[in-house]
């Protein structure tokens, strides 16, 4: 997959197919209107093109808002990638860039810059200054421009709209199982392992610390089922994140319990998936009464993932 950062790198490309979007965590409705521009782009032998901006238009338009994503760049530029694209094409985001008219953008984006022959976008996509473009906006100037336009509906996961929004609100809500439906797998937090104060060694249940990683979407306080990743081995885990309030208030850390056996981990970068919520945080009244519910903690957590394993490696019956 080639990135390019300004519009006359990518000039030249076969029959463009393109989408636009910020594509934060690459969900199950991004990957469906990828679907559909790569099964196209096969059949026209064309190009797979993403039109994204760096950074978020928030954080140029709304400065104010404290914003947390689902996937940071270069993990979003990897999942884009696994999905098939060919060319993503990332512009930097400036107040310049946001005051294009429509058809500016239309004209100097869209057709002059990319040489877009089809555009795919979701039904609320809106753009230009002020976000006055619309879809109508779209399709009354595309075929002057030389491209037309395909609206594709949303993916519903039990009759829910699957949106960054809506996985957003349920990873912060501990809901990481609901986040992993629309997400079609589960939430990850990666970073590098760091050296802990010993209390979980010390009540028997030794720990990989690190801190969560800047910008990103954290799942409520709380106990997961987990699994921990370095490199190619995945291990289970009953993991933490909060800031440890038996022992007073420290610094927020996710805290990963390995079920089983592993090399050292310090400083090496991991990677902790989050599949079920297992309880709240808590206070305990004593490190003995903490361990004996960490006890409950990995059972639980050996019952989530031993169903998980078993619903992966289970034949569909004929």
Known sequence: MKVFHRLEDSAGLPFPIVTIGNFDGLHLGHRAVLQLVKQRAQELSGTVVVLTFDPHPLRVLAPELELRFLSDPEEKLALLEQAGVDVVVRLAFTHGFAAQAPEEFMRAVLSEGLGSRELYVGQNFRFGQG????????????????????????????????????????????AVAQAAAFLGRP?????????????GAGLGYPTANMLPPPGRVLPQDGVYAAELQLE??????????????????????????LLVSSPDLYEREVSVAFHERVRDDMVFDSPALLARQMAQDVDRTHEVLNGLSAARTRVPST
């Open 131 to 174: 976000r006055l473009g619309t879809i109508q906006t779209l399709r009354d100037a595309a075929p002057r421009l030389g491209f037309t336009v395909r609206v594709i509906s949303p993916v519903l996961v039990n009759g829910v709209e699957v949106s960054s929004t809506r996985i957003r609100d349920f990873i912060q809500a501990g």
């Open 187 to 199: 939430y990850a937090l990666g970073g590098r392992v760091i050296r802990g104060e010993g209390r």
């Open 232 to 257: 190619s081995h995945v291990f289970p885990a009953v993991t933490y994140i909060g800031r440890r309030p038996t022992f007073g208030q420290g610094a927020r850390q996710i805290e990963a319990h």
